[in-house]
């Protein structure tokens, strides 16, 4: 038995992959707890797409971020990755200040806001652990002085550890 769930509330219209194009889609997160991911990333406003489930062996849920072009899925026999190894996913925001604080407000345990003051930008490893020895572990408190493009940022993990990077971009370099 198999049963569909597909929201279509707020989804917004894409154009059609064009020949010579490749548009990520859908990232897919190991999860340990399906139930536990869909209550987190409900709560962080992000819409369900859909969800599939094939008897007790097969669960598959997608959400995806406002204003997102891509998904993420994550289920029950999707991947055989291990819950939380996905990290440095980054989701640009117009304000992180205000992106930070909307989300401590929904209960979720994030970074202060942080920039990187070699001007490279920042890799880190789950909140507030950084790479030593990668030449981007130079993370300084606050937005960036200079409120420079890609360079203020925030992180946060789901409940398995999956990390994610809110990465403050109010103009995007040159032919992106």
């Not at 990520?24 to 536990?36: F, G, H, N, S, T």
């Not at 930070?100 to 880190?124: F, Q, T």
Request: proline residues 7%; aromatic residues 8%.
């Amino acid at each position: 038995m198999s049963s569909v769930d597909v929201v279509n509330e707020n989804a917004a219209a894409s154009p059609p992959v064009q020949p010579g194009e490749m548009k990520l889609e859908a990232v897919i997160l190991p999860v340990a707890d399906v139930e536990r991911a869909k209550e987190f990333y409900s709560r962080l406003g992000w819409r369900l797409d859909a969800e599939l489930e094939v008897g007790d062996d097969f669960h598959l849920v997608q959400y995806t971020p406002p204003g997102s072009g891509c998904s993420i899925q994550f289920g029950k026999n999707l991947t055989a990755a291990e819950p939380g190894c996905i990290g440095d996913l980054h989701l640009a925001v117009a304000d992180v200040v205000a992106a930070r604080e909307d989300l401590a407000a929904r209960g979720v345990e994030i970074s202060e806001v942080y920039h990187c003051s070699n001007g490279l930008g920042c890799r880190y490893r789950g909140i507030g652990e950084l790479l030593p020895g990668s030449g981007f572990d130079s993370r300084e408190s606050g937005p960036d002085p200079e409120n420079s493009n890609y360079n203020s940022f925030a992180s946060f993990s789901d409940p398995d550890g999956n990390g994610w990077v809110l990465q403050e971009i109010s103009e995007r370099l040159p032919g992106r």
